[in-house]
């Protein structure tokens, strides 16, 4: 027991069973009474405001949840940011008034430029190694702000902010951010205990299925149900290669746009790279328009991204993973996304070529088209490709290549002359393109 006694002698019955403070000055004792009860009532609230958080978390409120409350109890608007700077939870509407606040929450994550302003002068750096919450007082913003990091298992996880938005920040703030800080520890703790008390979580699984440490059979299927995973009947993989973008970037955030652009997906990162896995049912194929967006947005952020082709099986994984590669092996000669199926046949003629010379292959007619025309500074074996790439349609085919149809059908006549080609054949026509495909020296012509 504490006692606070104004004016008076300590009766000797209470020495040795309570602690006793005794002011016979009354003018300082006004003085003493009013600081201890305002540390008593702070002390009150606060113990409530740990109180109505801690059963929150019992209650297995989320995140966000517990972010909205604590606005309501101190009355400034709070962000909480991950260890990748993603923003991960803030009182949103509270704050989209704020031009500040609202650049935030429209990127939902740290810019360079962003970086570079909250670490004026060693700010953020300095803050981040603080254990208590400290003021930040940054002249790249208006407003004081108290910043505590989220540490557990000796690793910082993230940190919190509260800005000096509605009120000025007081004595009482530091004590109730360090509270918020200490229940959003716990949610990270208990999320992070979620997904690894399944055994092992879906990143973990896929990395392990593409570093072949996962035996295909019965132990495969087990794990994608503890996990909880499916593939269903239309999946494809999307592959980020980060490494390839000049800028920096923030993986959370980039995972997090992935997952919004291409719905029914998860991503994970693997060997510096972002996987995206989508999954659809089979009427539910990735529209073109869901393409036109994804690549859009590529190109704005400067990313490099290759798709494979459907498939529909866990065990097929590896190998549409290395077709995704491909992909942009092929074709990234600038960012956006590639699809596998757009360079098929490039890859075809790659693997084909690696193992046989192009010329051994190549038809007869096709060799003797591409001697006529480099002698004869003609356009032979061009033409003809157009003209079976454009299903021997003789419209199309004049409007691809800018020529008149008469001269299209001299051409056509002479190229039936030389070879005594029957086009109306499927497998001729298939050998002649395939002949095109392996050998490129008509196109120099």
Partial sequence: MHLLLLGGVVPEGYRGQATVIAIPDSGVADTVFQRVQKLFREDR???????????????????????????????????????????????????????????????????????????????????????????????????DRIVARLEYGNKIVGHIVMTETNRPINGYDFKAVSVLRDVVVQL???????????????????????????????????RLAYVDFHFEALTYVVVAELGRTPQFVNPSYIRSRFESLLPGSCSVLY???????????????????????????????????????????????PQFYRQALRALELGADRAGLYIYKDYASEHLAAVFC?????????????????????????ELAKTLYHFLRCERNVVKTAQEMYLHRNTLSYRMKKIEALTRLDLEDPDTRQYLMLSFLVNSEWESL
């Fill in 354 to 378: 690696a193992k046989e010379k192009p010329e051994a292959f190549c038809h007869p007619a096709i060799r003797m088209l591409v001697a006529y025309d480099r002698k004869q500074k003609t």
């Fill in 188 to 222: 990270f703790q208990r999320d992070e205990f979620v997904r690894n008390s399944r055994g092992f979580h879906y990143e973990h699984l896929i990395c392990d299925l593409l570093d072949g440490k996962i035996p295909l059979g019965q132990q495969l299927q087990e």
């Fill in 45 to 143: 609230r606060l113990t409530g405001f740990a109180a109505h958080l801690l059963s929150m978390l019992a209650g297995n409120a989320t995140l966000q949840q517990v972010v909205d409350e604590a606005y309501k109890i101190l009355g400034n608007p709070v962000f909480v940011f991950d260890a990748g700077f993603a923003l991960t939870a803030a009182n949103w509407d509270v704050m989209s008034y704020d031009p500040e606040a609202k650049h935030f929450i429209e990127n939902r994550y740290l810019s360079p430029k962003d970086m570079k302003a909250i670490n004026f002068d060693h700010i953020h750096q300095r803050a981040m190694r603080s254990a208590q919450p400290v003021l930040v007082r940054n002249p790249n913003y208006q407003g």
């Fill in 271 to 317: 060997n510096g790279q972002i996987l995206l896995i989508v999954t659809r049912q089979e009427k539910e194929a990735i529209t073109r328009r869901e393409i036109a967006a994804f690549c859009k947005y590529c190109e704005e952020e400067n990313l490099y991204c290759g798709m494979s082709n459907p498939f529909g099986s866990v065990v097929e994984l």
